[in-house]
């Protein structure tokens, strides 16, 4: 690994602070992603401020009956936080179904938002790759692209986003709050990630001297009729192929409200209210969750490895809009798809 | 030469300091610096378990966190397990049910396996296999592990 200088940030006045100063720090809590992209020599910091001993790791409700998630709870403690698990039952389905019982143990919830893709030649710095490099062009539209996005590409980028975590945040409508030079401010999770166009180096709309201080959940948790259901090449301990977050609110076997988000087939949790529109006022059958996976997936592209996202993302939104409907969600370690 | 930072550390129980680069991971400060070898280096990258240990009593992949960044923190290896000569309960299981065949992923399993009973999530073959699917074993030792990791959260 590279030498970089190491400080600690004292508050988060002082973190803005620091990471203002120098345009080549970095902040770093848990670290699982940003030390083995540094070990790639893919993030290449002079600085590194740490972060994980800043006052941001409770979950506490707030005034709207919903709750504020500290940037800096462990993810493994949000999966198993009894108002997750009661209230939220999706978010903490999602977060089990991604990485490992020691990589939760470690991740931070607002460094899960800002971890990375694992696009191969993001990581192979003797490839082109427009994240790594602007300009220098993107090797997975004409290399292996199998894992690649099928929603919302561009010429210059394929990449996906690989957190669980995210789905299932992008489809309760969380917020993210931020902190800047000029104070606080809150990102419509829908906003806080971006779609590659010509800026593929930029994930987020967070502004490089802003840092992550609490991701908020409105009231509305989905936690009678949800799923999360995650396909991936092996059982566990893989990114997803296609994953896909579903909730829905029903009145006998109406749909009053439903929620629909999509995992490993695009730069970013892929949501779209239309698809949602779709169901609502309709009856919870097949043949309505089969519309709206339409709806979901009309402008769905596939490159030479990863069209068979595109019909696996269409069986999986069934799929899971059909669990949650019959309330009976995906279970993270019985790994039976019913 | 990098500048040296200074660390506390109390491992498995030994308060312990340190100088280390910026960049020097646990796995490398508890392997290079302290001579605690039964932490092994995998893949290095957070993939394959084998550097797990147990920091303030949650097992985690070493080989991604910085040594400077756990100042202060209490860390349990593998050579921390046994109590006055006597096994461990998961190190006495693994050798009953012959829980591995090199051997080089085992200290990971085995501090990985302490910190699912410590969670106590796990209740049945299903929920074991996936929460300690963060430790690959090539030898495919798996079947041994899981009997191996029940008969110790049997006695916990």
Known sequence: MIDFQYVRANDVADAVRQISANPTAKFIAGGTNLIDLMKEDVERPSRLIDISRLPLNKVEETLHGGLQIGALVPNSDLAYHRLIAQRYPMLASAILAGASAQLRNMASTGGNLLQRTRCYYFYDIATPCNKREPGSGCSALGGLNRMHAVLGTSEACIATHPSDMCVALAAL?????????????????????????????????????????????????????????????????????????????????????????????????????????????????????????????????????????????????????????????????????? | MPEKIPVSLSVNGVETQLKVASWTTLLDALRDHLGLTGTKKGCDHGQCGACTVLVDGRRVNSCLMLAVMQDGAKVTTIEGLANNGTLHALQQAFIDHDAFQCGYCTPGQICSAAGLIAEGKARNDDEIRELMSGNICRCGAYPNIVRAIQQAMGQS
């Open chain 1, 173 to 338: 409508e969380a917020t993210v709050h931020v902190a800047g030079p000029t104070g606080a401010r809150a990102i419509a999770f829908a906003d806080f990630h971006r779609l590659p166009e010509n800026t593929p180096q930029r994930d987020t709309n967070l502004e490089p001297d802003e840092i992550v201080t609490a991701i908020e959940l409105p009231a509305r948790g989905f936690a009678v009729n949800y799923t999360y259901l995650k396909i991936r090449d092996r059982l566990s301990y893989a990114f997803a192929l296609v994953s896909v977050a579903a909730g829905l609110e029903l009145e006998g076997d109406t749909i009053k409200e439903a929620r629909l988000a999509l995992g490993g087939v695009a730069h970013k949790p892929w949501r779209d209210t239309s698809a949602e529109a779709a169901l609502r006022g309709q009856k919870a059958d097949r043949s309505a969750f089969a519309c709206a996976a339409d709806v979901l997936l009309r402008d769905a592209r596939g490159f030479e490895h990863n069209a068979f996202k595109i019909d696996l993302a269409r069986r999986a939104i069934v799929r899971a809009l059909t669990q949650a409907a019959a309330g009976t969600p995906q279970s993270q370690s019985d790994k039976k798809v019913r």
